[in-house]
């Protein structure tokens, strides 16, 4: 399975367009999600890496979301995707933001989303894919 820590950042609203930054932690200098072979894999790896959590993970196969407290100092203790070159050696679990756009009713209201379809952050699967099944669980939630 797939684990993604995460949580979302509100930016901005603009008429009917709410426009938030979506963080993950990602491996490899941010380009790739962490798997794991069972939900409780996904709850030690957040505690072996101190990630702050608001609540229990949530399962949306094939990902396990691990929503984070965004106002926790430790998030500080890590890095940004900002902070490291691409190709820099050792690579690093980095927090990476997205840029997404949407509303009530449309999760691509000004056609932006659609250029992460081609960031893949895990075997088959782009960023896009990954946000959308957040974005179901948090909703429902």
């Known amino acids: ?19 938030k930054q979506v963080w993950m932690l ?13 939900l409780e894999d996904a709850v030690l790896y957040a505690k072996e890496n101190d990630i702050p959590l608001t609540g229990e993970p949530v399962v949306s196969a094939p990902f396990i979301f691990l929503p984070v407290d965004h106002a926790s100092p430790n998030l500080d203790l890590f ?24 509303n009530e009713g449309a999760d691509d209201v000004w ?12 075997d088959g699967f782009s960023v896009v894919d990954v946000v959308k099944a957040w974005t179901k669980i948090s909703v429902a939630t």
Request: net charge negative; aromatic share 14%; proline share 4%.
């Open 1 to 19: 399975m797939i684990v993604v820590p995460i949580f979302e950042r509100f930016v901005n609203r603009l008429d009917e367009a709410i426009i």
């Open 26 to 38: 990602l491996e490899r200098n941010g380009t790739y999600c962490t798997s794991v072979d069972s």
């Open 79 to 102: 890095y940004t995707w900002n902070e490291t070159l691409g190709d820099e050696q050792p690579m690093r679990t980095v927090w990476r933001p997205f840029m997404w756009i949407s």
């Open 111 to 122: 056609g932006t989303n659609a250029y992460l379809k081609d960031t893949n952050i895990a």
